[in-house]
Nanobody, 125 residues
């Protein structure tokens, strides 16, 4: 099973940008990866996914046009570029890995695939 480690979280002001990184141990080049987030008092929700080759992506509506997911398979790392951050983006962001396609990420549950420990993103107004 792939092990995942996120980094890049922090405290920023609304309208700022932030890039999260997720480094995968082992051969992650053939695995779809993505990002979820969990705000206080809410369930974990899907944010973005990228297929194993990096040529197919999918986003939840609330981040479309503001967030970009991309990967560097030579570094076994996936990134989430977040622009125009809003206070409602405040959450713990989790990296995820499973299967090969974006749908394998979108349909992930807590019991399936690989999860990172999470990184906190706080957006102040």
């Amino acid at each position: 099973q792939v092990q995942l480690q996120e980094s890049g979280g922090g405290l920023v002001q609304a309208g700022s940008s932030l890039t999260l990184s997720c480094a995968a141990s082992g051969p992650a080049f053939s695995i779809a990866m993505g990002w979820f987030r969990q705000a206080p008092g809410k369930e974990r929700e899907f944010v973005a996914a990228i297929n194993w080759g990096g040529h197919s992506t999918y986003y939840t509506d609330s981040v479309t046009g503001r967030f970009t997911i991309f990967r560097d398979n030579t570094k076994n790392t996936v990134y989430l570029q977040m622009n125009d951050l809003k206070p409602e983006d405040t959450a713990v962001y989790y990296c995820a890995a499973r299967g090969h396609s974006t749908s394998d990420i979108v349909t992930m549950t807590d019991a399936g695939g690989s999860w990172g420990q999470g990184t906190q993103v706080t957006v102040s107004s």
